[in-house]
């Protein structure tokens, strides 16, 4: 199966950047959409952006004009790309990745498969 490990999260000061890494076993990489999720302490995961497989791409509101979500086919990698921190971005970032469209991907569309999760935490 398809394995995700993440790196690149650590504590960033506000209004840093930290770019995040995802790298993907397997040789489909190219066919799969990818995402970056996040969860918050006592807070439900929640989407960050996505990425088809057509280079498609999606954020949350919260993130839009701040984050940018990228893929390197050649690399199986897909990256995040994160600017303008606030603490409220504080949250374990996680890899997710999937069969997915090519085109825009769908407000439902979730990858099944997950990485393990990097702690990213915004603080001064």
């Known amino acids: 199966q398809v394995q995700l490990v993440e790196s690149g999260g650590g504590l960033v000061q506000p209004g840093g950047s930290l770019r995040l890494s995802c790298a993907a076993s397997?040789?489909?990489?190219?066919?799969?959409?990818m995402g970056w999720y996040r969860q918050a302490p006592g807070k439900q995961r929640e989407l960050v952006a996505r990425i088809s497989s057509g280079g498609s791409t999606n954020y949350a509101d919260s993130v839009k004009g701040r984050f940018i979500i990228s893929r390197d086919n050649a690399k199986n990698t897909v990256y995040l790309q994160m600017n303008s921190l606030k603490p409220e971005d504080t949250a374990v970032y996680y890899c997710?990745?999937?069969?997915?469209?090519?085109?825009?991907?769908?407000?439902?569309?979730?990858?099944?498969?997950w990485g393990q999760g990097t702690q990213v935490t915004v603080s001064s």
């Open positions: 397997g040789s489909i990489f190219s066919i799969y959409a």
């Open positions: 997710n990745g999937g069969l997915g469209s090519a085109g825009p991907l769908t407000t439902a569309w979730v990858g099944r498969y």
